[in-house]
């Protein structure tokens, strides 16, 4: 199978928007694993005097999940789908929360510009044609020591692993997929987190990159060994 290109991916997020969260929901510990990620960030005061970036925030999960770990903090949250953003932003949010609809790759164009204090990004990185230059990009945005957080669907490398997957693919993902009309959509989904990175790749990656301290972290349930959560910083002086 072949993986939908940028510009299809994001017309099936637009198209899929309408029933995304209704579909998300029946995914054991999608929305508790989100925030357990977004902890793992370590914001300090509940982000008082912070600015954070949602890289890729969809219908705003990965947004509510930040504002819970963070209610302080400015949070300035961007996707490429005018669809899901709608939905995102349409929620109730307090005065901190903005959203900015951008591709990550070309966010100096829609004026989102650093320093940020911490960037987030959950089940982004195997979505975007370039992950090394969209990293670079979110380091160039960080202030120094300023913290990475990564949410992503990662397969620990064994064949378990990736036979679970399939497994849950076929006999929950995409006939749910299917009913919703958005079945190029899940297919992607599926055949997406077998060809990206294992979580050692993926940890590689974020070192190449330039980012220190960088820790691979488990969530549990059906979820472990398939989905982590990687936190990393800038180098330099910074959060405390």
């Given amino acids: 199978m072949t993986l939908l290109r940028d510009d299809e991916l994001s017309a099936a997020f637009d198209r899929a928007s309408v029933a995304y969260d209704r579909l998300v929901a029946v995914n054991p510990g999608y929305h508790s ?33 930040l504002l819970e770990a963070a209610p302080h903090a400015d949070i300035v949250a961007v996707d490429a789908s005018a669809g ?7 929620k109730n949010w ?11 790759e070309r966010l ?3 004026d989102v ?4 204090d911490a960037v ?12 090394d230059g969209v990293l670079a ?20 490398g064994g064949p378990v692993h990736r036979a ?31 060809d990206f990175d294992t979580a050692p790749a993926f940890a590689g990656r974020l070192r190449r990159t330039g980012f220190e301290d960088v820790r691979v972290l488990p969530l549990p349930g059906w979820q472990t060994g398939i989905t982590h959560t990687f936190v990393g910083r800038a180098p330099g002086a910074g959060l405390g």
């Fill in 33 to 65: 694993h989100v925030r357990r990620s977004a902890r793992r960030l370590g914001l300090a005061d509940g982000g008082r005097g912070r600015r954070l970036l949602d890289l890729g925030c969809g219908t705003g999960a990965s947004t509510a999940a």
């Fill in 84 to 90: 899901m953003l709608e939905r995102a932003a349409a």
């Fill in 94 to 104: 307090p005065g901190n929360v903005s959203f900015v609809h951008a591709p990550v």
């Fill in 108 to 110: 100096a164009a829609a």
């Fill in 113 to 116: 510009r650093g320093p940020f």
């Fill in 120 to 131: 987030f990004a959950a089940y982004l990185f195997r979505n975007v044609g370039d992950p």
């Fill in 137 to 156: 990009d979110a380091r160039g945005l960080l202030a120094p020591g300023g913290r990475i957080g990564v949410h992503e669907y990662t397969l620990g």
């Fill in 164 to 194: 679970l997957w399939t497994a849950v693919c076929r006999a929950v993902v995409m006939p749910a997929g299917r009913l919703a009309g958005d079945t190029p959509l899940y297919r992607h989904l599926w055949r997406s987190v077998l």
